[in-house]
């Protein structure tokens, strides 16, 4: 399929080359071109520049060679968000807990008493893998539908071998059944299963001895992730982890400093983690390590809303020279959200974060933090066809000003018109 999108007021975030993640005052620079086309192929985009480029002939040329034209007067075209932390899997629903929250509870409480992410796990080990794939296939359409192309999809809710594996191979069903672009991340580390609760050091031997292979000889996983967390996993932990996923070709994510100065961004940085993510308990120590090396801090300020935390220090990372991604985190206990605009407005109104900043961040330097950067996250000849059609708006800073707003109009997933 050909398509030609024409006389578009802004294309957001044109890039010839994309060599690596935009990092310090590059993350608050975003290219744009005004009255513009771009034109599609297959899954990817082939060509785009200012309508004044085309002389009369062209245009009509071009609009004969092409299987469809949509015209975008008065529409911006964005590349498709990259959401590089997700929990897209999961079973039922925590509302319940989301009460007990508002009576006081914190997150902590909540797991110590049993439920938490353990709740989940219950919910996910009764629930069959077809249940499972409908009701993650409901979660991944509701994301598409809302400007995502590229999302990274983590285990966590299974915590034995069988249920990890159960999650994973529904991550990868979501890639066959929709047009997302996923890639998918062990994280058997995510909570201490009932079964070994007095020794967590036996199910890190399981982890590492049966999952890591297991996983690996299906193909299920990219990446390893831990929550490196206390009463969750340890430094240590992590090593072991991280030692055995690297040798599986999975290389470190790292649930980092989400409620304490709890080493993750150390350990992360230690084993060439290609993300952190959450940070709020960060300082100049994280900063500076970050800043010297290729890790990415992927924050989450939907979890951090949601859980009435205070928010990391997006400015301080960005004057240090940290490279900064933005995610949503969808799950069902800390961010029931994917929506990435959401984020952005979040970026902007509690991190302080420029709209350029932000839209960047949840853009080319998300598709970074998850490996994709070379092919997806912005308007670059080469890149995948992933791209989004707003509906009439005035600025691209409109997109998170009206932050409840539907304002997408047309998709287009690796070349083919979604919906
Ligand atoms: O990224 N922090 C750990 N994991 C998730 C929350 C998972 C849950 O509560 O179900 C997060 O916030």
Redesign the pocket.
Known sequence: MRIFIKNIKKLINVRESTPAALIGEQLGVLPCLEDAYLITEGDEIIDFGEMSELAQQQLSAIEESVDKVLDATGRMVFPSYCDS?T?LV?AGS?EMEFSDKLRGLS?QEI?RRGG??LN?VELLHNTSEESLLEQTLQRANEIISLGTGAVEIKS??GLTVEDELKMLRVAKRVAEKTPLTVKTTLLGA?AVPTKYKDNRSGYVDLIVNEMIPAAAAEGLAEYVDI?C?EG?FSVEDAQRIFEQGIKYGMRPKV?AN?MSFSGGVQVGVKYDAISV??LEFTAEPEYDLLARSNTIATL?PG?TFF?NMDYPNARAMISKGVKIAIAS?Y?????PSGDMKYMMALALLKMKMTPEEAINGVTLNGAFAMGLGEKFGSITIGKKANLFITKKIPSYEFLPYSFTSQLIETIILKGEIYG
Request: hydrophobic share 25%.
């Open positions: 932390h929990h999961y925590r997150y797991a938490g992410i989940s966590g809710y995510h929550f967390e969750f649930h989400q993510d959450h989450l979890a859980l985190n799950n069902p206990g800390s961010c």
